[in-house]
């Protein structure tokens, strides 16, 4: 059974930073994701990593770094000057395939089961 395990989620105050982690029990993933989803919000796109490519959703650009640490099978998000609107709930996705639409959460075929970030006023 393929796992992801999400960490590093929490309370913070608006400015403050946090870092997400997500460790993976293979190493052959070539495309991984961030997705959130706030309180009766849909899910949405954060950022995508490939072996050589990052993307990233408008809404966090310049603020939030995704990584990924091979040796470890994991993928990180940092998170800088956060604000009260990046409150939810942080998932990390992946696939073996190098995905065409990053963006995309149907093309994903694992998730993990999610890490809570609370950023208040």
């Known amino acids: 059974q393929v796992q992801l395990v999400e960490s590093g989620g929490g309370l913070v105050q608006a400015g403050e930073t946090l870092r997400l982690s997500c460790a993976a029990s293979?190493?052959?993933?070539?495309?991984y994701a961030w997705f959130r989803q706030a309180p009766g919000k849909e899910r949405e796109f954060v950022a995508a990593?490939?072996?050589?490519?990052?993307t990233y959703a408008d809404s966090v650009k310049g603020r939030f770094t995704i990584s990924r640490d091979n040796a470890k099978n994991t993928v990180y998000l940092q998170m800088n000057s956060l604000k009260p609107e990046d409150t939810a709930v942080y998932y990390c996705?992946?696939?073996?395939?190098?995905?065409?639409?990053?963006?995309?959460?149907?093309?994903?075929?694992?998730w993990g089961r999610g890490t809570q970030v609370q950023v208040t006023v």
């Open positions: 996705a992946a696939d073996r395939l190098l995905l065409s639409v990053p963006r995309e959460d149907r093309q994903y075929d694992y």
């Open positions: 293979i190493r052959t993933f070539s495309t």
């Open positions: 990593i490939t072996w050589s490519d990052t």
